[in-house]
Nanobody, 126 residues
């Protein structure tokens, strides 16, 4: 069992930065690939970023590539999402999720993830 708790969301202006954190419980965190997803009102949940168990491999949605960075600290059981140059269209609830394995080739698919956090709201004003 893995429990995930996101933090770091808030209200910012366009162009600002935020860093989201996702703290995981359980001893299997370091053997799981992790992802960040987001869901805006009236829209489906969409993939944002993914990181392999070791942190060596990362993947991003085209919409955030070059602005967002995913990282992890296995010693702290935490995964991060550094978000720079935020835009109003980044406004959403951001969710952290854990897969069942070390890495995933279908990292963009919500079905690949076994555990989800409760989400943290990010609002970017123009």
């Amino acid at each position: 069992q893995v429990q995930l708790v996101e933090s770091g969301g808030g209200l910012v202006q366009a162009g600002d930065s935020l860093r989201l954190s996702c703290a995981a419980s359980g001893r299997t965190f370091s053997s799981r690939a992790m992802g960040w997803f987001r869901q805006a009102p009236g829209k489906e949940r969409e993939f944002v970023a993914h990181i392999s168990w070791s942190g060596v491999s990362t993947y991003y949605a085209d919409s955030v590539k070059g602005r967002f960075t995913i990282s992890r600290d296995n010693a702290k059981n935490t995964v991060y999402l550094q978000m720079n140059s935020l835009k109003p269209e980044d406004t959403a609830v951001y969710y952290c999720a854990a897969t069942a394995g070390l890495y995933s080739s279908v990292y963009y698919d919500t079905e690949e993830y076994d555990y989800w956090g409760q989400g943290t709201q990010v609002t970017v004003s123009s």
